[in-house]
């Protein structure tokens, strides 16, 4: 058992499919004192933004091929390795899984194909909707996945909050801020201009929408009156008047969430714009060997280039979004005394 003042060392466990994902949590600060280990619900978002940015069936398919490959071929990797390389697996199953959502295989590559060699244009219906037809839609989705990212991060904070028996602080800074953000999003749906923008056509009863509104008072209300638990009347209220201002990074924390509709965008479309430049010579034999060098260096280039974009934007929502909600690390990562050689392994008997 910990005393209370000892800085104990942290070692992470995980269950297999979200274990990967420790090497990011890794990254940014091992749990602190009294914290949660955030890898086990991260690592579901983590796979899912990774599949939205990337979001093509071909390239999701050649990143499990690679990574099943590596795996199977190299038995005595690095663990951390080992890890890395089975966290873009699943990730490529996501890509996958979005792909053939979004109807992407290659971009619009079976069509171009079809209808430039073979004279007769073959279309893979995507199974739900394609976002460069539907950004907006595409980009309400995004906002959707980012308010359920965001208030899971609240909701692992209250959890530490009761934790540790700090029910003003659950109440205050987790309670209050579900009423208010969560009032203020569900009143939105009665005003006009946001149905608009949204496309939407359902509107919310006035009776409901006022409930809401009195709800996210409620909830701005607690926050001016009790985020600051000492001082004079009028301090206190100043605080929480400047914690209530707050809310304006909820606003820039969900229009982060964008960034899924805008590389999942411009994955396709730099897709699709290599498959264009691939017909240029027509369908004789040149033009068929310009398209086979345009498609393999053009797909290629893409491929890496977004998945370096995915990688990196996706790492980006788990530690500034996220993790700014609840998240402070400061741990002690757990090394045990053991030989580690890079070239030889030791094995107990």
């Not at 993790?323 to 030889?344: C, L």
Request: charged share 15%; net charge positive.
């Amino acid at each position: 058992k910990e005393d209370a003042g000892e800085d104990a060392p942290v070692l992470l466990k995980n269950a297999y499919l979200t274990e990967p994902v420790e090497g990011v949590v890794e990254t940014f600060a091992m749990p602190g004192r009294g914290e949660v280990d955030p890898t086990g619900i991260m690592a579901i978002f983590y796979y899912i933004f990774f599949g939205l940015m990337l979001s093509d069936a071909a390239y999701g398919l050649i990143m499990v091929i690679g990574c099943a490959i590596a795996l199977m071929k190299f038995k005595n990797m690095e663990i951390s390795m080992r890890k890395t390389l089975r966290m873009f697996l699943y990730c490529g199953i996501s890509t996958t899984f979005w792909g053939v959502m979004f109807g992407s295989y290659f971009g619009d590559a079976v069509g171009v194909i079809s209808s430039t060699f073979f004279n007769k244009e073959v279309i893979l219906k995507p199974l739900w909707f394609e976002p460069v037809k539907d950004p907006m839609r595409m980009l309400m989705f995004s906002f959707m996945f980012g308010l359920i990212h965001l208030f899971t991060a609240l909701g692992m904070k209250l959890y530490q909050c009761i934790k540790a028996k700090d029910y003003m602080s659950a109440l205050v800074d987790c309670v209050f801020w579900y009423m208010l953000v969560g009032g203020g999003i569900v009143y939105l749906f009665h005003v006009d201009m946001f149905l608009s923008m949204a496309g939407l056509e359902t509107k919310l009863p006035t009776v409901w929408a006022n409930v809401a509104a009195s709800v996210a008072g409620l909830g701005a209300l607690g926050i001016v009156l009790l985020t600051a638990r000492s001082g004079g009347v009028g301090k206190r209220i100043a605080k929480g008047a400047y914690a209530l201002y707050g809310v304006t990074s909820w606003l820039s924390d969900i229009l982060s969430y964008s960034r899924l509709l805008a590389l999942g965008l411009a994955t396709g479309v730099i897709a699709t714009v290599f498959n264009k430049m691939g017909t240029m010579f027509g369908n004789g034999f040149i033009g068929a060997v310009v398209f086979i060098i345009i498609f393999a260096v053009g797909h290629t280039l893409n491929i890496f280039v977004n998945l370096l974009g995915a990688y990196v934007h996706t790492n980006r929502l788990q530690f500034v979004e996220f993790f700014g909600k609840f998240y402070e690390g400061g741990g002690r990562p757990f090394k045990p005394f053991a030989a580690n050689t890079k070239y030889y392994k030791f094995k107990s008997e």
